[in-house]
């Protein structure tokens, strides 16, 4: 199955997800819309990812972008082809399914464990989900559960982190999808957001010193994304 994945900037790609994705039968074709490539053009025998990116639905600019991504989601719908966001990907998610993005309380970024909801145990996507799992943030902004979502996990400074809707739309405010590489690079790119206080701003040094944690969610991201990584060799009927 083919996966188009959109990454909104050129330092915040696919990491682990792309080798998740071809062992899970898919082969991901990685497509910068922002840069100048054109939108993915989806088919009913396709799987779409939305990536994260430094940018927000409420910035001033966000026009030149989120009108053509939110027609994409919609199409990925109307067809019901497995999707799959990621921070920004879910919020995109979120929007074009009537829920409210906005700055949250307070930014998170670094590692902090998401607890599975109790919503989640009647879920598809959710299935084998531990009941808290430490996973990797880097958000200013946060999406509410749209009305015909089901919500899967939340942490303590945000409590709407993840939803599915059904069984083949799955929205991760977190990532799970980072490596070592990744992280570094957010690091590098990010010092703006890292120089901000708060409670749940940790350091780059926290961030990139957490070897133990680097090597927790890589046991854990195919859990996670493991029930939505099935659908990828299991047709559009299942």
Known sequence: MRVHVVQHVAFEGPAR??????????APAVVQPLAGDP????????????????????????????????????????????????????QVIAHVLGARVRPVPEPEIGWYPV?????A?????????PDEALVFHWHGDGFETPPQAVPLAGSEALPHQAFAVGERVLALQFHVETDRTAAATLVRHGERDLARAGRFVQSAGEILGRAQA???????????LGP????LGGGRGR
């Open 214 to 224: 680097f090597d927790e969610l890589a046991r854990g991201a195919g859990g996670i």
């Open 115 to 119: 607890r599975r909801s109790a919503a």
């Open 17 to 26: 997800l792309a080798a998740l994705l071809r062992t899970a039968g898919g």
């Open 121 to 129: 145990d009647g879920a598809q996507l959710a299935s084998g989900w």
């Open 39 to 90: 939108w993915p053009d989806l088919r009913q025998d396709d799987a779409l990812v939305l990536l994260g990116g430094p940018m927000g639905l409420g910035d001033a600019d966000a026009g030149q972008w989120l009108a053509p991504e939110a027609h994409l989601v919609e199409r990925a719908l109307e067809l019901g082809v497995p999707l799959l966001g990621v921070c920004l990907g879910a």
């Open 228 to 231: 939505w990584l099935a659908l």
